[in-house]
């Protein structure tokens, strides 16, 4: 089975087709006519390909999980919830490819993957909790909070190439073959779903953690830090959708982009505390009997 470095490297190059595209069309690197369709052939094949290789390393971590604990379990460590939120940003990035395949969209949403790959290499393999505590409610809590972070992370990208792309017509500088990118008003709806579906999926993830909660231990313990920052994420980006709402009714395109950047800053230092909290670590059953709230952003159990 393939290793995360595999499709590591296939979204590295992947990456390098893409600035080989925006080198070709400032000038730079001049290539020939009859060679930018076999670029662009080249560049979805390796990316399908890279895809096709973490959809089977993430199979093969599901099935490693469903094999050590008595149910199957979409995420049991760190690591496992990196891959499967860079399995999903890969699936968009592809998707983006195809839909608009001359914006150069995947100089913006490449780096991010790379950074979630990267970090499933240096984040723990070890699982979370006692996988024989998996129940279909902690199934559905790791998907719906990955499926937010995610959405929060493409919509950041979205927001930056919109900042440039307001930058540059503002200035009324020459912007085709250049750096090509979607219109203000794709990026500016495309960010306001991403906001959108993200505060929804974070909010019915908290819902489910506190039903698998109640479910598996008969109470919450609501003062857990992962239930804390869960909340506050949702009521977060609950309020900055309203925000960016009323920007939009304005016509203020670029605060509207502002409140995706803020949103992705507010979620990466949110990941970063929950990874470091203690309840992110497996506890000891033998000296604390008492019940742990698991509510967090990758379903694990503590």
Not at 133 to 139: F, I, K, V
Not at 206 to 219: A, F, K, P, Y
Not at 238 to 248: E, R, T
Not at 268 to 273: C, D, P, R, T
Request: with cysteine; hydrophobic share 55%; aromatic share 10%.
């Amino acid at each position: 089975m393939p290793n995360a470095n595999c499709f590591l490297v296939a979204y590295a190059i992947v990456l390098v087709l893409e600035l080989l595209r925006w080198l070709d069309g400032t000038g730079r690197l001049p290539l020939p006519s009859a060679a930018k369709p076999w670029l662009a052939r080249i560049l979805l094949g390796v990316a399908a390909c890279g895809l096709f290789t973490h959809s089977l390393y993430l199979l093969d971590r599901i099935f490693l999980s469903a094999s050590t604990s008595s149910s199957l379990r979409l995420v049991s460590s760190w690591h496992d919830w990196a891959i499967v939120s860079a399995w999903a940003l890969a699936c968009s990035y592809i998707w983006l490819l195809l839909k608009r395949r001359e914006s150069l969209i995947g100089l913006f949403v490449l780096p991010l993957l790379l950074v979630l790959v990267g970090l499933s290499l240096a984040v723990p393999r070890e699982p979370l909790g006692d996988g024989n505590s998996a129940t279909l409610w902690r199934l559905v809590h790791g998907a719906a909070m990955t499926i937010g972070t995610m959405l929060v992370t493409l919509g950041f990208a979205m927001a930056i190439m919109y900042l440039i792309q307001a930058y540059r017509l503002k200035r009324k500088r020459p912007h085709q073959g250049v750096l090509r990118l979607p219109s203000l008003e794709y990026l500016q709806s495309f960010g306001s779903f991403c906001l959108l579906v993200s505060a929804t999926s974070i909010g019915f993830g908290l819902v489910s953690g506190v039903i698998m909660n109640l479910v598996r231990d008969g109470q919450v313990n609501w003062t857990d830090r992962g239930i804390l920052f869960s909340g506050g994420l949702f009521a977060w980006l609950v309020f900055a959708f309203w925000i960016q709402w009323q920007f939009a009714k304005r016509g203020k395109g670029a605060q509207t982009a502002w409140m995706n950047v803020l949103s992705f800053l507010i979620v990466a230092v949110a990941v970063l505390l929950v990874m470091s909290a203690p309840h992110g670590e497996v506890p000891d059953r033998r000296l604390d009997n008492s019940p742990q709230s698991d509510l967090n952003f990758d379903g694990g159990a503590n």
